[in-house]
């Protein structure tokens, strides 16, 4: 095998939760790598929810921004390698499909359908492990995403819409492969079970580790009260089935945007949530153990990354507000549309379900402002440009006044609702089986997926020679 097409091997499962069990030497070369060429495959390394400290990227919200006694604790993702944790699952995806021998560089072109970060880390980790990729993402995502896909190496292919569109993405991969079988192999998020393992593993276990952290603080007792992640692929949200084992009560609350409400009513429609609301439940989604869904607004998320990403915001949270400038600092570099999203949902759940000052909320920020400039330019065009008045009229009505709608309880009618709507994109139209289907309704399908993480990491380690 050439030079070009050997088999790139990263790390285990273990070691992207507890990097520090990394191999000293490839640990600090990957560190320095970091910084000096961030396209070395040895960067593999620096996928984790940790610095090279070891400390997790978290930061608790101001109370003074959420207005509600429960802490609101993010997990950020903006300094994994490609500025987004789901370079994580791609890479999940990948060596899986590689220790079994489906995907070879020498002979394969992966396929990464995508609304977003999932195909930018396609992009990153595919050609950092010698594949040809080509990543499939909606032509209305923002600029900044295709500049990312094309700068890690990888094709790019738009297809019709938005956000919501993932129909359009299925046809186009399904007529990739069937122009040459041989040689395209699709690598679906929505699909592939190692996206799951990846975030029940590594995001559900730092969460655990965190939660301890945080009681030494003196936040919260030990626990997480709530898990609260938006659906995309449903990647995200399998770290609250390891919470939920962890603690029995825990809560999972899965969000939509209000605009594509899918499993809230079985709704559609197009929005600007990037990164979650693809008018579809995914495979990888374990909506039984799923406790609540609530909706978003995309305007609401938008107007709210802008408050929290510009100087007239920053001004009008510090002076008028309160809220200490070093969080203020931190919040401006780490959110992204969908991480908004996600606490104003984080905040929902505080409200819904009375917690107070012992009771912890954790939820995820997938991204990070530097990939929607653009989107933030149509804003101030569409709504004129944010001054401080604008500022605080958006931090009250967005974040302190969040209302108690759109929000839906889980009942055994309403999960196996959630279940059924699997079917039409499954089973009638991507080729499972209803057998397959109806194996997802209990905790055993779900416990095999995640026992074999062990499983993985063996292979992982035995072709590395370790």
């Not at 920020?365 to 400039?373: F, V």
Request: charged residues 25%.
């Amino acid at each position: 095998m050439s030079e070009t097409n050997k088999l790139v091997i990263g790390p285990t499962f273990e070691e992207m939760l507890h990097p520090w069990k990394i191999d000293r030497q490839v640990r600090a070369e990957a560190q320095e790598m970091m910084e000096q060429d961030p396209l070395d495959p040895i960067n593999l390394y620096n996928i984790t929810w940790r610095d090279r400290e070891d400390r997790i990227y978290y930061q608790v919200l101001p109370a003074e921004l959420t207005n509600v006694e429960a802490p609101i604790v993010v997990l950020y993702s903006k300094d994994f390698p490609t500025g987004s944790h789901k370079v994580g699952a791609s890479y999940s995806v990948l060596i899986e499909k590689e220790l079994y021998g489906e995907v070879d560089p020498a002979i394969h072109s992966l396929v990464w359908p995508s609304t977003g970060n999932y195909g930018i880390g396609g992009a990153w980790v595919g050609c950092r492990m010698n594949f040809d990729s080509i990543v499939i993402l909606p032509e209305e995502m923002s600029v900044e995403r295709f500049d990312l896909v094309r700068s890690y190496g990888a094709r790019l292919i738009l297809t019709p819409g938005c956000e919501s569109n993932v129909k359009e993405i299925y046809d186009k991969t399904k007529e990739l492969k069937e122009q040459d079988p041989e040689r395209v192999r699709i690598l679906n998020q929505f699909e592939v079970m190692g996206n799951y393992r990846f975030h029940y593993h590594v995001t559900g276990n730092t969460i655990i580790e965190l939660a301890e952290e945080l009681e030494q603080k003196g936040i919260g007792k030990g626990r997480v009260a709530a898990y609260v992640s938006a659906m995309g692929s449903a990647g995200t949200i399998a770290a609250g089935d390891r919470l939920k084992r962890q603690w029995p009560e825990h809560k999972i609350v899965g969000l939509e945007p209000i605009e594509c409400p899918t499993l809230y009513w079985n709704g559609y429609g197009g929005h600007d949530i990037q990164g979650i609301g693809d008018k579809h439940v995914t495979w990888i989604h374990n909506v039984m153990n799923m406790d609540a869904i609530m909706c978003i607004d995309d305007i609401e998320s938008k107007k709210g990354l802008q408050l929290l990403t510009e100087e007239a915001g920053w001004k009008t949270m510090i002076g008028r507000y309160g809220v200490p400038e070093e969080s203020v600092r931190l919040m401006a570099q780490t959110f992204g549309i969908s991480g908004v999203c996600n606490v104003l949902g984080a905040i929902k759940t505080a409200k819904w379900y009375g917690f107070g000052k012992d009771d912890v909320i954790v939820t995820i920020l997938t991204d990070a402002i530097d990939r929607y400039g653009s989107v933030m330019e149509q804003m101030s065009e569409t709504y004129g440009p944010m001054d401080e008045t604008e500022a605080a009229v958006r931090l009250v009505s967005i974040f302190h006044s969040q209302k108690l709608d759109w929000i839906e309880e889980a009942t055994r009618r309403t999960r196996n609702q959630w279940h059924n709507l699997k079917y039409y994109t499954w089973v009638e139209q991507q080729g499972k089986t209803v057998e397959e289907l109806d194996a997802q309704r209990y905790p055993e399908y779900w416990e095999g997926e995640q026992a074999r993480v062990a499983e993985i990491d063996r292979k992982i380690l035995e072709a590395r020679g370790d």
